[in-house]
């Protein structure tokens, strides 16, 4: 049965969905050049801007993805993002207030809801 289910999920999905991935994905202080500057796993509770840096590789045409922040697992933001390319470096940003300590995650999220990878960071 959970055969059948998968067969039937990879024959709705456009190819495209199925061949895409994201690598190099982390939350970074800064995105210079294309690039992030840092990889945060601790940032220290205070007001500030966290951005969350992917490269995405083998989409076959124009597409999306979403970037899902959430803390303590509730979603505090959506952000979707276009890939013009096979190979796409994109990043969304999210504010950073002190009370919000904790445990984030940031779900990179493909065309049909499918979760490519998920990058977890902690406020403290």
Not at 48 to 76: P, R
């Amino acid at each position: 049965m959970k055969r059948l289910i998968l067969v039937l999920l990879l024959l709705a999905c456009p190819l495209s969905v199925i061949a895409m991935t994201a690598s190099d994905v982390v939350i970074t202080t800064m995105v210079n050049d294309r690039a992030p500057v840092d990889n945060v796993v601790i940032y220290p509770a205070q007001q500030g801007k966290l951005y969350c840096f992917s490269q995405i590789e083998g989409a076959t045409g124009e597409t999306s993805i979403d970037h899902v922040w959430l803390y303590e697992g509730k979603e505090m933001a959506r952000v979707t993002l276009p890939v013009r390319s096979a190979k796409w470096r994109t990043y969304s940003s999210k504010r950073i207030v002190p009370e919000w300590k904790g445990e984030w995650e940031v779900r990179v999220v493909g065309p049909a809801g499918i979760e490519m990878t998920t990058v977890k960071f902690r406020v403290e």
